[in-house]
């Protein structure tokens, strides 16, 4: 079976352009995440999704940042309008039922200049 | 809130020691999991282990076992005989029962020296 999917693996914009990050979960799995990471935070949870609804979006920096999930099989982070400081790898994850294990997709790279 | 703390930045060792990982926790649910992961170099997030707060039996698989004490709320992870493909970071995580987010502790940079 296919893991989690996410594209593009490295994106490099310039600041103060939109950027879309995709992921799709594994299939049958109701929870979608998203996650931030960088040297500085760590690993920290943006947002996720159960069953296609925005379950906690706390860790959401601010109003640039957002997220869908149209259908079970597709979400999209979205940034507008991009700065410098959101360069990290944006790692998409989904698992099966509350509290289990979390399946990772291989990260987007995103620098922005 | 929930918090998990690795107080090891990083770890080198020889290949085929022993290492162990240490992680300690802090959550007021008395329903929660534990988890562990590893980050390679080529930076994909493995899951290694998960484990529920009512089960505190000792964990084998294969070169790696998990010890966990309620007591001291700590969830180690051994290495035995490691490997020169074991360097990689390793995160500890922890979930509330109320919940599904996770805290991911601050990772243990593990690095096998042939």
């Known amino acids: 079976d296919a893991g989690v999917i996410q594209s593009p693996r490295h994106e490099v914009t310039e600041m103060g352009q939109e950027v879309t990050l995709r992921c799709k979960p594994i299939?049958?799995?109701?929870?979608l995440f998203w996650y931030r990471q960088t040297m500085m935070r760590g690993l920290e949870l943006l947002i996720y999704?159960?069953?296609?609804?925005?379950?906690?979006d706390s860790g959401m920096p601010e109003d640039r940042f957002s997220a869908k999930m149209p259908n079970a099989s597709f979400s999209t982070l979205k940034i507008q309008p991009s700065e410098p400081r959101d360069s990290a790898v944006y790692f998409c994850?989904?698992?099966?039922?509350?509290?289990?294990?979390?399946?990772f997709g291989p990260g987007t790279r995103l620098t922005v200049l | 809130a929930q918090k998990v703390t690795q107080a090891q930045t990083e770890i080198s060792v020889v290949e085929k020691e022993d290492v162990t990982l240490d992680c300690v926790y802090e959550t007021r649910d008395t329903t929660y999991y534990l988890f562990w992961y590893k980050q390679p170099p080529s930076g994909e997030l493995v899951f290694l282990i998960r484990r529920n707060s009512f089960d505190e039996q000792n964990e084998i698989s294969g070169r790696y076992s998990w010890n966990f004490q309620k007591s001291t709320s700590s969830f180690n992870f051994t290495i035995t005989a490691s490997q020169v493909v074991d360097s990689a970071v390793y995160f500890c995580a922890l979930s509330e029962g109320s919940g599904s987010r996770l805290t991911f502790g601050e990772g243990t940079q593990l690095t096998v020296n042939p």
């Open positions: 299939s049958g799995h109701d929870y």
């Open positions: 994850a989904s698992s099966f039922l509350r509290a289990t294990e979390q399946f």
């Open positions: 999704f159960n069953n296609n609804v925005p379950i906690d």
